[in-house]
């Protein structure tokens, strides 16, 4: 896993990501949860707002002071 550079800038939007929920089928404005602060990052879970199945999660990276 190539950890030493990340060429992608970070271009994210506020409003809210859609994914597909497990249970309902469909695809929901999945809230995102904090899971737990790793040394690299914190990871997050997606959680369906209607059923709060797990529908994902991320670790995004620590932001740096650049
Ligand atoms: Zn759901």
Redesign the pocket.
């Known amino acids: 896993m190539p950890m030493q550079r990340a060429p992608r800038a970070s271009f994210e939007r506020m409003n809210a990501t859609l994914l597909a929920?497990p249970?309902?089928r469909v695809a929901?404005p999945v809230r995102k949860r904090l899971l737990l602060v790793l040394p690299n990052g914190e990871k997050y879970e997606y959680v369906?707002p209607?059923?709060g199945?797990t529908c994902g999660d991320t670790i995004e990276p620590p932001a740096r002071p650049f």
């Open positions: 929920c249970k309902c929901v369906c209607q059923c199945s």
